[in-house]
């Protein structure tokens, strides 16, 4: 993470701007040595509010660990399997 200073970020604003856009870079942006402010691309924007949302459906948690249980234990799907659920209208018991 790149950290600036106010003064800094508005004499270099457009240039700041670029490398947030272009290498997905998150800037700190300081008052008085301490941080004021946080500046991140709209893509970057857009996969934390994704991601925020995801964290408040019911559930969601226990069926992350549900999954990464399921993947240490090998209980996976190939993609042949997967395929083949799908085109059965998915039906309430997977493989």
Do not use: C
């Not at 290498?23 to 991601?51: C, F, H, K, W």
């Not at 090998?74 to 018991?93: F, N, R, Y």
């Amino acid at each position: 993470m790149l950290t600036l200073s106010l003064s800094e970020t508005k004499d270099r604003l457009s240039a700041v701007i670029d490398d947030v856009e272009d290498r997905q870079e998150l800037v700190a942006i300081t008052r008085n040595g301490r941080p004021a402010a946080y500046l991140m691309s709209a893509e970057q924007l857009a996969e934390l509010e994704d991601t925020a949302f995801w964290l408040t459906v019911p559930g969601i948690q226990e069926s992350l660990a549900d999954s990464r249980q399921a993947v240490r234990d090998e209980h996976t799907l190939s993609t042949a399997e997967v395929l083949q659920w799908v085109s059965d209208g998915m039906p309430d018991k997977a493989i």
